[in-house]
C-alpha cells in the first residue's frame, strides 16, 4: 500500500535560519507530488506541487522542493524563514493507479522563532 | 469571494444526535472530497464524488452518508454521533479526477460531549 511519511512532528527554527521538512513516500507506480500549507484555524493550501518535466519545483513565496526518484523523497526547503511560515505543512502523494487517491503524510509543524 | 465554503463553521453536540455538515464551491470544480483531520492533525479522505457520482468511499462507518446534490454542493451527513467523531472535517474540491491540486473549504470542528 502506499504511504507517506513525513519524518519530523516538529521543526523549530529561528528566523531567517534555512529550513528543511523531509518527507518520503512508497510506491512503486507514478507519483504525483504536492506539498500544501495549514495556517492556524484555515484550511490546506496549496504550497507547490511536482506532476511531471523539472524535478525541482518552486513556490511564490521562496520554498522549493526536488523530487528524487531514487530515494523517493520530496523534501521541502527554504533559505530563510519568516515568523509568517510559522504554519503546519503537509506532504501529500496522488497515485497514478486508475481511481486517483491523495494520501497525507501526518504534518510537520514548523516554528519559527525570533 | 470564498472559493470552498462550510456549514457551520463549529459544531457541539451530544452523543446520539444526528448533524449535518454543508460544503460549497464556486470554483466550477467537477470533483469533491471529504477528509476528516483529527487531534494530531493526521488528515484521511473520507469520501470523493465526481459528478454527483461517489467514486471513492473508504472505510468509513455507515453512519457517515454523504450527498451531493449537484457538482457544486457535497454534504455530509452523520448518524449516532459518538465521541470518537470530534474531529475537524475539511471539504474540499478539484477539477477532475487525476493528480490535481485540491482547494480546501475552512474546516468544521465538530465536538461531540
Not at chain 1, 5 to 27: G, I, M, W
Not at chain 1, 58 to 63: K, M
Not at chain 2, 74 to 96: K, M, P, R, T
Request: hydrophobic share 35%.
Amino acid at each position: 500500500a502506499q504511504s507517506v511519511t513525513q519524518l519530523d512532528s516538529q521543526v523549530p527554527v529561528f528566523e531567517e535560519a534555512p529550513v528543511e521538512l523531509r518527507c518520503n513516500y512508497s510506491s512503486s507506480v507514478s507519483v504525483y507530488l504536492f506539498w500544501y500549507v495549514q495556517y492556524p484555524n484555515q484550511g490546506l493550501q496549496l504550497l507547490l506541487k511536482y506532476l511531471s518535466g523539472s524535478t525541482l519545483v518552486e513556490s511564490i513565496n521562496g520554498f522549493e522542493a526536488e523530487f528524487n526518484k531514487s530515494q523517493t523523497s520530496f523534501h521541502l526547503r527554504k533559505p530563510s524563514v519568516h515568523i509568517s511560515d510559522t504554519a503546519e505543512y503537509f506532504c501529500a502523494v496522488t497515485v497514478g493507479t486508475g481511481g486517483f487517491k491523495t494520501i497525507f503524510g501526518a504534518g510537520t509543524r514548523l516554528f519559527v522563532k525570533a | 469571494d470564498t472559493a470552498v465554503s462550510q456549514t457551520p463553521k463549529y459544531l457541539v453536540t451530544q452523543m446520539g444526535n444526528d448533524k449535518s455538515i454543508k460544503c460549497e464551491q464556486n470554483l466550477g470544480h467537477d470533483t469533491m472530497y471529504w477528509y476528516k483531520q483529527d487531534s494530531k492533525k493526521f488528515l484521511k479522505i473520507m469520501f470523493s464524488y465526481n459528478n454527483k457520482e461517489l467514486i471513492i468511499n473508504e472505510t468509513v462507518p455507515n453512519r457517515f452518508s454523504p450527498k451531493s446534490p449537484d457538482k457544486a454542493h457535497l454534504n455530509l451527513h452523520i448518524n449516532s454521533l459518538e465521541l470518537g467523531d470530534s474531529a475537524v472535517y475539511f471539504c474540499a474540491s478539484s477539477q477532475g479526477t487525476g493528480a490535481r491540486e485540491q482547494y480546501f473549504g475552512p474546516g468544521t470542528r465538530l465536538t461531540v460531549t
